[in-house]
């Protein structure tokens, strides 16, 4: 069989790979805190006819060799944690993070579940929760008399009630930091966990050992550039087509030499 034909499948399937991370940044570029993936490949082991560096002769040796390709193939997809923009809401339970960190969120298999949607809302015991309903973690009551409530950019949470003359602090907001971010799996929901490639969760408060500060009254928007994954689908598009014309090539030689020498 022609080795051409098996080669330009492996550019097939690593572009149809490109065009599902592709399609799904599109698809989530309306969702809050949503981090776009980039599909990294590498090239498939070599055969080697000549070794580079090998003996021509007893006194030369080759400067090249002879190596053929096999292909390619997706090796990751990489989430991109470069910051959202802030798209203001006004509602006070909208909270966005301005630089590192995530929030934290407690899911019904008692682990602990990381996010950068800030969309907070508040359950019928007036905790705060995620759309989902996970609770936020550290836990944080809002009391049912809440005139109003104010989130600081250190996380700090005040709300006013009535007859007191001065605001009733509520709790923080404890953010967590990962040293590798991009290790970090998605869940779905908005949600990542931890991995052994992640590192360990690292606890501070909005502002302090790098994190960032968090801003009321907005959501952090994806980081999806629409005109970016755009020009990235036509690029995919082109090379899958060029790699179907690879097929057809090879075909085309083998029809030739089947017909000639048939």
């Known amino acids: 069989m022609n080795q051409a034909l098996w080669i330009a499948k492996t550019g097939l399937d690593a572009q149809h790979t490109r065009m599902s ?13 949503f981090k776009k993936d980039r599909a990294v490949f590498e090239d498939l082991i070599y055969q080697t006819v000549r070794q580079p560096g090998a003996q021509a002769t007893q006194d030369q040796q080759l400067p090249s060799g002879l190596q053929i390709g096999t292909g390619v193939r997706a090796v990751s997809t990489e989430k991109m944690f470069t910051q959202g923009n802030l ?7 909208d909270v966005a993070i301005e630089g590192r960190g995530f929030f934290q969120v407690l899911m019904p298999n008692g682990d602990i579940g990381y996010t950068r949607d800030g969309s907070f809302q508040l359950n019928a015991d007036g905790e705060v929760v995620m759309s989902n ?5 550290p836990g944080l009551f809002v009391p049912p008399d809440t005139q109003s409530l104010a989130i600081g950019k250190d996380g700090t949470v005040t709300a006013q009630i009535p007859g ?3 605001p009733v602090e509520l709790g923080n907001i404890q953010l967590a930091d990962f040293v590798n971010p991009a290790g970090l799996q998605a869940i779905g929901e908005n949600l990542f966990q931890e991995t052994a490639a992640s590192g360990v969760a690292q606890q501070a408060q909005p502002g302090l050992n790098g994190t960032g500060t968090l801003v009321q009254g907005s959501l952090e928007t994806s980081n999806v550039n629409i005109a970016e994954e755009l020009v990235n689908m036509i690029e995919t598009q082109r090379a899958y ?4 014309k690879a097929i057809s090539a090879a075909d085309q030689s083998l029809q030739f030499v089947n017909q000639t020498i048939g």
């Open 21 to 33: 991370t592709v399609s799904n940044n599109l698809a989530n570029v309306n969702t809050t805190g």
């Open 87 to 93: 798209q203001q809401t006004d509602n006070s339970l």
């Open 133 to 137: 309903g996970y609770p936020l973690q």
């Open 164 to 166: 007191q003359a001065e």
């Open 241 to 244: 087509e060029v790699n179907s």
